[in-house]
């Protein structure tokens, strides 16, 4: 099975942009039939899927949060990136990167973002 | 969007106890339902997908049914190590979870 690791800034001031990435280890990211996904949960609450990108770098982002939403792939280091634009408050969360077929069956450990000045 | 609302929110159960948490969903998803269980500061580990089937390692005291709308995960004869979040998700469009439900020690 695949782990994920997330790296990225723990802090990001409010209006700016949260940027993480997440590195795939022990299979390709361009393995057929996976989407790349990254997932948020606010302190004590449930999970938010955000949105998913295939290899190809076809995305398919939540609704709610497409219109602040970027995700990338680069596929000759094995990692995607998210880019979250004009964060509040309401964005700080455990993020997670996540890998599926169907269900999520590799996640990585999660990293706690704050919105914070 | 479909939404998926389990319950309880909260459940209290001794070690050996039977228990069942409930998923429904705002619309019927066929059996594209999965659970997950998670505990303090670690990611949620699939136990369940297609509704009914156990992941590889998942121990057989997890079970789960239901289709179209109604889904339940069971477990039979709760250990000490079950106690924990656990949440379902529906993979019928796209991606939404449950809010979660505790599994707390009485």
């Known amino acids: 099975q695949v782990q994920l690791q997330e790296s990225g800034p723990g802090l990001v001031k409010p209006s700016q942009t949260l940027s993480l990435t997440c590195s795939v280890s022990g299979g390709s990211i361009s393995r057929g039939g996976h989407y790349w996904s990254w997932i948020r949960q606010h302190a004590g609450t449930g999970l938010e899927w955000i949105g998913y990108i295939y290899y190809s770098g076809r995305t398919y982002y939540n609704p709610s949060l497409k219109s602040r939403v970027i995700m990338s792939v680069d596929t000759s280091k094995n990692q995607f990136s998210l880019k979250l634009s004009s964060v509040t408050a309401a964005d700080t969360a455990v993020y997670y990167c996540?890998?599926?077929?169907?269900?999520?069956?590799?996640w990585g450990q999660g990293t706690l973002v704050t919105v914070s000045s | 969007d479909i939404q998926m609302t389990q319950s309880p929110s909260t459940l209290s159960a001794s070690v050996g106890d039977r228990v069942t948490i409930t998923c429904r969903a705002s619309q019927s998803i066929s059996d594209y339902l999965a659970w997950y269980q998670q505990k303090p500061g670690k990611a949620p580990k699939l136990l369940i997908y297609?509704?009914?089937t156990l992941e590889i390692g998942v121990p057989s005291r997890f079970s789960g049914s239901g289709s179209g709308t109604e889904f339940t995960l069971t477990i039979s004869g709760l250990q000490p190590d079950d106690f924990a979040t656990y949440y379902c998700q529906q993979y019928d469009s796209y991606y939404t979870f449950g809010q979660g439900t505790k599994l707390e020690i009485k």
């Open positions: 297609e509704a009914s």
């Open positions: 996540a890998g599926s077929g169907a269900t999520f069956d590799s």
